[in-house]
């Protein structure tokens, strides 16, 4: 008996104190400096022109709770939190009952966050997962609910959320996904848009109608429960046919996602804009998207690549900067948010060779070094045996240029020049232009086994486009408040990390990719598009047996281009034709209205006519001349050593 009126007893005291507790805790926030909810986790994205090209939450677009749909507001309070109004921001039996039964079935599938706690969370745009985060959606649960009525929550929620495809606040989900404002939304679109929350990327109609579909019954049969509306009613908006648009309010591109999310991410990794984001009255973001080349760049691929599974993704950059002015995750938004271009790393090719020459260059080769192209078994640590392959079986049984090399993307030549160098050459020479991907320093490594970001292998590019600077690929130029006040802005990091004499030597050494002189007994891998042409770019293909990559270049701009399948399928034949005529089209519609530029020869540098295939200096007699390019004191003379081979044969 003693025992149970001391529980009785502790019981009392432990209820006052939480009453106690909660009467200081609710009276401080009430005291508390008032949030301003309109504002908060409202942002709006700005291209290089500073043209508005996506927009959440901000003023204009809020809409009032009495202009909503009445079937929305149901939909919503019966699937999320129908004691909302009856609650003061946490319901706690809700609380108990997820506990138990999380605990009871050792998983964490029944959440109780209210609408309130929902809302606070929505305010930090999600940025991290502590739990001092935590605490603070606590805290700002707790002024919401102490400075606003329940129908000014309800409103900032709805207006705030994220309905899926970057839509966030239901007047520009109402918009995009059916063409009509949130005040006229049918019981049956209401229900269909109320499910997408939960899981965006699950529950859009647009990514997975079927599962949408059953997430529409599920608030659809809680809304006959709650009385809300009658059985008859719900049967009638589940078979009612919807028709969804699609469509975005200000720029019309499916793949801008793509680009939106990676300014998010971006976004994240800047530490000043969490901690002060509820106090800026919204955010401007200014990036260094160019709609035009994002425009033509999907273009593009919606024309050329097949319709079927195998994906793409392709970068646009600024060399000089690091800017990505245009990027494509994937074919279709819509079907997959994942993000190929920053997400993905895929084995990168024959893309890895420029690398590699250019640490060539840098020790003592020239446009004029040889090696015998022939089938070879190198033999390296632990008595290992490698033994590469020439695409199509293609050997030339003689000494080749490395322009020649670089041509014809010729294997032997790489593991070569690779083994010559030593393996940790190429390895230090790829971090040194920016790439962080994990790469091992073995033989296969010059043929482009290594994994490495289209994003990565953008800006490692950039270094040769832009004579010799590091650069780091960004996509935020700026970030403001609502007032007008700077939060940050990118300043500029470019290191020099290359010599500008090799890199204009290696520029030019990668033009012979689809130079009709160096055909011999190969084709140089790009020959095909040469009549397709208008400027000069420095050039380079990347194929594996599951990627393609075309990688190409002028002081204005970078086009990286991948295609494969994401279950790593194997490609068939008639498939690496898609990343090449992407990146031509692409580079050839950006320069339609402007000017391509190239680059001027270092004082020392010179010009030297050249036998395409040997290297060797032409003659009055030699049957083709290359103008190739030699730091002085480097230019090849017919007695060179490098070319007795060719002895038996003048």
Do not use: C
């Amino acid at each position: 008996m003693k025992i149970v009126k001391r529980v009785v007893k502790f019981i009392v005291i432990m209820s006052i104190l939480f009453m106690l507790l909660n009467v200081f805790v609710y009276t401080y926030a009430k005291l508390s400096p008032k949030i301003q909810i309109k504002s908060a986790n409202s942002f709006a994205l700005y291209d290089k022109d500073k043209q508005m090209f996506f927009q959440g939450s901000e003023s204009k677009e809020w809409i009032n709770l009495e202009e909503i749909s009445p079937y929305l507001v149901d939909a919503t309070l019966s699937i999320e939190d129908k004691h909302f109004f009856s609650h003061h921001g946490f319901d706690f039996l809700r609380i108990a009952k997820a506990l138990y039964i999380n605990i009871t079935s050792g998983s964490k599938k029944q959440g109780a966050s209210t609408i309130s706690q929902q809302y606070a969370k929505n305010l930090f745009l999600d940025f991290d997962k502590t739990w001092q985060r935590k605490l603070k959606e606590m805290w700002l649960t707790l002024k919401l609910e102490t400075h606003y009525s329940k129908e000014e929550i309800l409103e900032g929620y709805l207006n705030t959320i994220n309905y899926g495809h970057g839509m966030y606040g239901i007047e520009n989900a109402a918009k995009y996904y059916f063409n009509k404002s949130a005040t006229n939304l049918s019981l049956a679109e209401a229900t269909m848009l109320t499910g997408i929350p939960k899981s965006p990327s699950n529950y859009s109609p647009l990514v997975n109608f079927d599962l949408a579909k059953s997430r529409q019954l599920i608030i659809l049969n809680s809304m006959v429960k709650n009385k809300m509306i009658t059985q008859e009613e719900a049967d009638l908006a589940y078979l009612e046919e919807l028709n969804f648009t699609g469509k975005r309010q200000y720029v019309n591109l499916s793949t801008i996602m793509y680009y939106q999310d990676a300014v998010i991410k971006e976004l994240k990794t800047i530490s000043s804009i969490p901690s002060s984001y509820l106090d800026t009255g919204g955010l401007k973001i200014y990036t260094t998207l160019d709609i035009n080349a994002q425009t033509l760049l999907e273009e593009n691929v919606k024309e050329i690549m097949p319709d079927n599974t195998l994906q793409t993704a392709a970068i646009m950059m600024d060399p000089n900067t690091g800017g990505v002015i245009a990027l494509i995750g994937g074919r279709d938004y819509n079907a997959s948010q994942f993000n190929r271009a920053i997400q993905a790393k895929r084995q990168v090719g024959s893309t890895m060779k420029p690398y590699l020459y250019y640490s060539a260059l840098e020790n003592g080769f020239t446009s004029s070094t040889t090696f015998t192209s022939e089938e070879t078994t190198f033999t390296f640590s632990g008595n290992k045996s490698y033994s590469p392959q020439n695409y199509n079986a293609k050997y030339g049984h003689k000494p080749i240029s490395m322009a020649t090399a670089i041509a014809y993307s010729e294997n032997i030549y790489a593991v070569k020049t690779h083994m010559f160098l030593g393996e940790n050459s190429l390895v230090d020479m790829a971090k040194r232009v920016g790439i962080t991907a994990e790469l091992d320093p073995i033989p296969s490594l010059a043929l482009g086994t290594g994994e490495i970001s289209v994003l990565e292998m953008a800006a490692g590019y950039s270094a040769f486009a832009n004579e010799g600077y590091k650069v780091k690929p960004h996509f935020i130029t700026k970030i403001e408040d609502g007032y007008g006040n700077i939060l940050y802005e990118y300043k500029e990091e470019k290191e020099a990390v290359l010599n500008k004499s090799l890199t204009f030597i290696l520029n030019n050494l990668l033009t012979s990719t689809y130079d009709t002189d160096f055909i011999d007994y190969n084709y140089p891998t790009a020959v095909g598009i040469k009549a397709r042409l208008t400027n000069k770019y420095a050039l380079k293909s990347g194929t594996t047996n599951t990627d393609n990559w075309y990688i190409g270049y002028t002081p204005e701009v970078v086009t990286t281009v991948w295609v494969g399948y994401d279950n790593n399928q194997a490609l068939e034949v008639s498939e690496y034709k898609y990343a090449q005529n992407i990146w031509v089209n692409s580079m050839e519609d950006y320069f339609k209205d402007k000017e391509a530029t190239w680059y001027t020869m270092p004082s020392n540098v010179v010009g030297i006519l050249v036998e395409p295939i040997s290297g060797k200096p032409a003659t009055e007699s030699s049957p083709k001349k290359k103008v190739m390019y030699f730091i002085k004191g480097t230019d090849p003379s017919r007695e060179d050593p490098v070319f007795d081979e060719y002895a038996t044969t003048d």
